[in-house]
């Protein structure tokens, strides 16, 4: 096993684990990335994939806003991205400046699964994520825990036909509803390589991880609980089994599944630790229905860091209210930060969370 430094702020593993915390921790989806310059500038230079696949970059690039936000952020979030496992089953990603991700070859009918790989070892295929992981576990000194990451099998499925980006996901639907077996036995194969990738995540000194199922608001409730919920618990049961197996600590295990309000209840006994909710969702209402039994996560609208510095003030306040600031919360946003975002309306945000996280904990 590697040694890593020792831990200097585990605020966001204690409020993931429902220990008490002395003010409310905070991180951001997708906080390295487009809004920040010194991020805008790495990609001047190199291409996106090639920072994931290049541990140095990777390194530099998660550690950028914790650098820029010193102590303001609980926790850093691995470079990658959650399309690096349909990289692994053998298909072609591209990232396209400006556009997002491109697949030119995506899956169309039920035969097209026989191009996917039949086995993926994740040490051969996504090796190079475990050393990103290892490599920034030791350059962040025990600053803050690392967050390691995976898409949830239906929003990779649906990325894996759309071929991209999609507003209906027309494409992706048909093959749930009229290809029901041979979507779940893609859905399946996508779990068992997120099962290792997890674990080796895990392995390689990831101390906390999150599931995106950004998708999941795409399906009816009843939808989701035949193609999404299934697969989300097996991940969650077999990556700890796993652990427990090898002789490891289990890590907090965080499920976002955007849009899914309907999934609260489900998810609350799904296995997962932490649930990430999007803004549409109210506080009071998560918390009547999962009464303590996880920690909950979010869920200001990123859009509200454009609209201006008193209005951030004055919805963290309302948001650190409604939550409750000592326990089983973990301050974000409800999706992730924006490329428009002024990385200074990101700072009042932080520092917000900071002092009225404080000022709320001591009523
Ligand atoms: O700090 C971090 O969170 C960085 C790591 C990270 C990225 N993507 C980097 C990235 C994480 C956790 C992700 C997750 C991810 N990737 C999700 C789930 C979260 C969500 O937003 O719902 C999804 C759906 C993807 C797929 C993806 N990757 C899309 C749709 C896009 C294009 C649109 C966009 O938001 O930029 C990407 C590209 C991407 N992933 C960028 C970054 C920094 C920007 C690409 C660039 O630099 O050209």
Known sequence: MNAFPPLKNDLILRAATGQPTERAPVWIMRQAGRYLPEFRKE????????ICRTPELATRVTLQPINRYDGLLDAAIIFSDILVVPQALGMVVEMLPGKGPNFPEPLVLPEDLMKLKEV??????????FDAITMTRKALEGRVPLFGFIGAPWTLMAYMI????STSLSKAKTWLFKYPADSHKLLQKITDVAVDFLVGQ?????QIVQVFESWGGELSPHDFNTFSLPYLKQIAQRVKKQLLQ????LVPMTIFAKGSWYAIESLSESGYDTISLDWTVDPAYAKSITKGRVTLQGNMDPS??????DAI???VRQMLTAFGTNQRYIVNLGHGILPT???EATRVFLETVHSVGLELNKN
């Open 341 to 343: 975002i002024d990385p």
């Open 246 to 249: 090898d002789g490891l600590s």
């Open 304 to 309: 509200m860091l454009n609209g201006g510095d």
């Open 162 to 165: 759309e071929g991209g980006g």
């Open 313 to 315: 003030r004055a919805t």
């Open 202 to 206: 895990i392995k390689a000194g990831a």
């Open 43 to 50: 990609r001047e230079e190199h291409d996106f994939f090639t």
């Open 120 to 129: 993926v070892d994740v040490y051969e295929e996504l090796g190079y994520v």
